[in-house]
Each structure stands twice: as C-alpha cells, then as structure tokens.
C-alpha cells in the first residue's frame, strides 16, 4: 500500500522560511522521481518543483530561487525548503509520485504566509 505523508507546514510571515516533508513507504523509493504541488483556495493544483533518481530537479517558475527541492533514500524522505515567502506562496502543497502507472498523492499540509 503506497502511503504518502507530508508535514512541516504552518504561519509564517513574507520573508519567513520553512521545509516541508513527505515521508513513503510502499514505493521503490530511489527509483521514483518525486514531485511537490501545491494548490491556493479557488485555484487549481499547480506544479512546484520535481526531483528525478539521478538528483536533478525542475522548478516552477513562480518559486525558482526561493524553493529547493531534495530527497534523502535513506529515509525514504521528500524535502520542499522554501525562503523568501510571499503571501502567494499560501497554499495546501501536496507530494506527489507516480509509481506502478498510478499517481499517489498525499494529504497535503497547508502554508500560509501573512503579508
């Protein structure tokens, strides 16, 4: 049973820092490349950033510069660092990987950046 967990979400202010993670299990971790997503109220979910098997990454031109994206095998952990926080960046984000032809989604955390 793929199980995809995030967390480290919460208040900050514009200019604020935080890291989120999402733990899983039930994949083949460091085969899988991993995405983060993020969705803000009454918009559709949009991509951030993805980290591929070898470590290279893609980022969403909206957050390049600010978010890095990082995975740790070991621990089976996805990381989402994110600085220089503006009140745009307010938004549930969401893990994500495709694993087996199916696309397995977290519960998301939710970020909110205070202006």
């Known amino acids: 049973q793929v199980q995809l967990v995030e967390s480290g979400g919460g208040l900050v202010q514009a200019g604020g820092s935080l890291r989120l993670s999402c733990t899983a299990s039930?994949?083949?971790?460091?085969?899988?490349?991993l995405r983060w997503y993020r969705q803000a109220p009454g918009e559709q979910r949009e991509w951030v950033a993805t980290i591929f098997t070898g470590g290279g990454t893609n980022y969403a031109d909206s957050i390049k510069g600010r978010f890095t994206i990082s995975r740790v095998n070991a621990n089976n952990t996805l990381y989402l660092g994110m600085n220089n926080l503006k009140p745009e960046d307010t938004a549930v984000y969401y893990c994500?990987?495709?694993?087996?032809?199916?696309?397995?989604w977290g519960q998301g955390t939710q970020v909110t950046v205070s202006s």
């Open positions: 039930g994949i083949a971790f460091r085969l899988s490349a």
């Open positions: 994500n990987v495709v694993y087996m032809t199916t696309s397995y």
